[in-house]
């Protein structure tokens, strides 16, 4: 029995159960997306190629040891050939897999958790690891509707940028959920055996257009404090361009001056931040309270 998803505003029927992820009803004109099991034969020749992925007549085939190999065809299909257990490639399909398919259909994808703030949304950009999930859920406990956890797509609109709804939860570490009271909102595990799990946001929004960027990075050094500031057109479109989805798989598709494009049309329609946060986690609130500041700031 297939199962339905909206992602990245895609309408998704799956053969795979999606934990973490609210199905819905299969609406009319058929799927965008298809996610199916099957076998993954390999392409060739291929156009370019990794240790692990290869691109060849519009597919985008990739592996991950143990756990499965995935097929990405044309920006419509993705096949999924188990080799461990299922729930382990959940993960690589919601994440990687949904990536390149977005950059096969031209998205500007980001590197970006989002929440909605009176009609407007923000994204929380950086790389792994630098806080975007968990400061997404304190922003919606102070009032914010979430939208994406960890990559969030834009479409333009009359060239208005949105980011697109999407169905997928907040995925929290453990330690994170217990600091933000949200136990009684979580759900199964994102991977065993590691301590990090769905949960139901307090809110939810539809997709709104994009009025702030901030470019999340980590201090170099310990001892240095919360700091933001705002940036100018060059050095917004550089980290902007740097916190792409998968940035380098893009480049290797080919994908290089349409991104520059789709960020200069970016830039006009936003204010985009940097925000410096400690080595030490336990300036958490520190953090937070600035980026309440310029979530929260008429600007």
Same mark, same amino acid.
């Given at each position: 029995?297939? &199962?339905?998803?909206v992602?990245?505003?895609?309408?998704v029927?799956?053969?795979?159960?999606?934990?973490?992820? +609210?199905?819905?009803?299969?609406?009319?004109?058929?799927? #965008?997306?298809?996610?199916?099991?099957?076998v993954?034969r390999?392409?060739?020749?291929?156009?370019?190629d990794?240790?692990?992925?290869?691109?060849?007549?519009?597919?985008?085939?990739?592996?991950?040891?143990?756990?499965?190999?995935?097929?990405?065809?044309?920006?419509?299909?993705?096949?999924?050939?188990?080799e461990?257990?299922?729930?382990?490639?959940?993960?690589f399909?919601?994440g990687?897999?949904?990536?390149?398919?977005?950059?096969?259909?031209?998205?500007?994808?980001?590197?970006?958790? =989002?929440?909605s703030?009176?009609?407007r949304?923000?994204?929380?950009c950086?790389?792994?690891?630098?806080?975007?999930?968990?400061?997404?859920? +304190?922003?919606?406990? =102070?009032?914010?509707?979430?939208i994406?956890d960890? /990559?969030?797509a834009?479409?333009?609109?009359?060239?208005v940028? &949105?980011?697109?709804?999407?169905?997928?939860?907040?995925?929290?570490?453990?330690d =994170?959920?217990?600091?933000?009271?949200?136990a009684?909102?979580?759900?199964e595990?994102?991977?065993?055996?590691?301590?990090?799990?769905?949960?139901e946001? /307090?809110s939810?929004s539809?997709?709104v257009?994009?009025?702030?960027?901030?470019?999340?990075?980590?201090a170099?050094?310990?001892?240095?404090?919360?700091?933001?500031?705002?940036?100018g057109?060059?050095?917004?479109a550089?980290?902007?361009?740097? #916190? /792409?989805y998968?940035?380098?798989?893009?480049?290797?598709?080919?994908?290089?001056?349409?991104?520059?494009?789709?960020? =200069?049309g970016?830039?006009?329609h936003?204010?985009v931040?940097?925000?410096?946060?400690?080595?030490?986690?336990?300036?958490? #609130?520190? /953090?937070?309270?600035?980026?309440?500041?310029?979530?929260f700031r008429d600007d």
């Open positions: 029995m297939s &199962m339905h998803y992602i990245s505003g895609l309408k029927e799956s053969d795979i159960r999606f934990p973490g992820v +609210a199905e819905a009803s299969p609406g009319e004109g058929g799927p #965008d997306v298809r996610v199916r099991k099957g993954v390999s392409c060739s020749p291929a156009r370019q990794g240790s692990n992925w290869f691109i060849s007549d519009g597919k985008f085939q990739f592996s991950i040891p143990r756990i499965a190999r995935m097929q990405v065809d044309s920006g419509r299909e993705i096949v999924v050939e188990c461990g257990k299922e729930v382990d490639a959940i993960p399909l919601l990687t897999a949904f990536g390149i398919l977005l950059h096969q259909r031209n998205s500007l994808i980001l590197h970006a958790s =989002a929440v703030h009176q009609g949304a923000i994204a929380l950086g790389p792994s690891g630098v806080g975007k999930s968990t400061l997404s859920a +304190a922003l919606c406990q =102070a009032g914010c509707s979430f994406s960890d /990559v969030s834009v479409r333009f609109e009359n060239g940028p &949105m980011i697109l709804s999407d169905s997928r939860q907040h995925r929290l570490w453990h =994170a959920i217990e600091k933000l009271a949200l009684d909102r979580r759900g595990a994102v991977r065993d055996p590691i301590e990090k799990y769905h949960v946001p /307090v939810k539809d997709a257009p994009l009025s702030k960027i901030i470019v999340l990075r980590q170099m050094f310990s001892g240095r404090g919360t700091s933001s500031e705002p940036l057109l060059s050095d917004a550089a980290l902007l361009r740097s #916190d /792409v998968r940035s380098r798989l893009a480049s290797r598709m080919g994908r290089d001056a349409s991104i520059f494009s789709q960020i =200069a970016l830039l006009p936003v204010k931040y940097r925000l410096v946060r400690p080595l030490e986690n336990e300036k958490q #609130d520190e /953090v937070v309270d600035l980026l309440c500041s310029i979530v």
